[in-house]
């Protein structure tokens, strides 16, 4: 008689906040294409060192990344467009939805969606300011995002399957939800190996920003350099965005990126005013 052992295992409850990312994912476009590009923040990390020595104050590399994506949006509307039955949509808002992971006041951190609304309009200073205030968790259960995510999480699975059909076909509902875009983060701290995420696409056009490697490279003195390399992966949703306008969105991302010029006096002194109304 053959006697079957079973593997040893460990067993939890299963962690209901996590229905809500699984209806989430649910809304993914079926026709999305991915790829990643590398850039240069050798200047961009300088300046950000510079800035946070100078203004005593964190200055996020992710809002950096935020808002330089904003701003090359702004010049690629269809990036962000959406379908509704037989016409396009195109937000004048750049609603970004982020991760950010929130202090709590015992000292962990718990991870949620942010969305930085308006964006367009927004400076990097503003950007900056408003993440930081974002990651800031005096008391979490309070908070209405939070307790609309719980809830959410706790519906039965039909009614969270309706809201998932909603969105999907609902560009304004999937909006006030979801935001138009998403900028997501993999850096974990301390590891510097190349890297970055191709994730299916809920948005019309998602980004990844991965890690930041050390490459050797030919100034333009033909010197050999090291430069700090960011990998940044994308999806897209092909149905709407064609791949040469997805990478002129990239360059011009990339270049405003690589050229660090938005970290200049006139961030320092807006980040300034910022802390002195917080002050006061």
Known sequence: ??????????????????NALVSYMNTKRPNGVQGFVEMDVTEALIAISRATKALRMAVSFHAYMLYCMVQALKLHPTVISYRLGNKLISFDDIDVLTPVEK?????????????????????????NWELRQAVRAEDIASEEQIKM?????????????????????DPFFFKR?????ILT??????????????????????????TITNRLVMNDQNAIVNRKILIVGGSGDHDIVDGMVAARFVAQMTRFVEEATALGESFLEESRQLAAREKA
């Not at 202090?103 to 930085?116: D, E, F, M, S």
């Not at 974990?188 to 991965?210: D, E, I, K, Q, R």
């Open 149 to 169: 995510r719980r809830r959410f999480a706790r519906w039965p699975v039909f009614l969270r399957n309706y809201i998932t059909w909603k969105s999907r076909r």
């Open 185 to 210: 983060n993999v850096q974990p701290s301390g590891f510097s190996n190349g890297g970055t995420v191709f994730g299916p696409t809920v948005h019309t056009f998602s980004l990844a920003v991965g």
């Open 1 to 18: 008689m053959k006697v079957t052992t079973a593997p040893a295992y460990q067993e939890r409850p299963w962690p209901y906040l996590r």
């Open 103 to 127: 202090k709590l006041p015992h000292g962990g951190r718990i991870p949620t969606g942010y969305i930085v609304r308006g964006a367009q309009d927004k400076s990097l200073a503003m950007i």
């Open 177 to 181: 939800l979801h935001g138009t875009v």
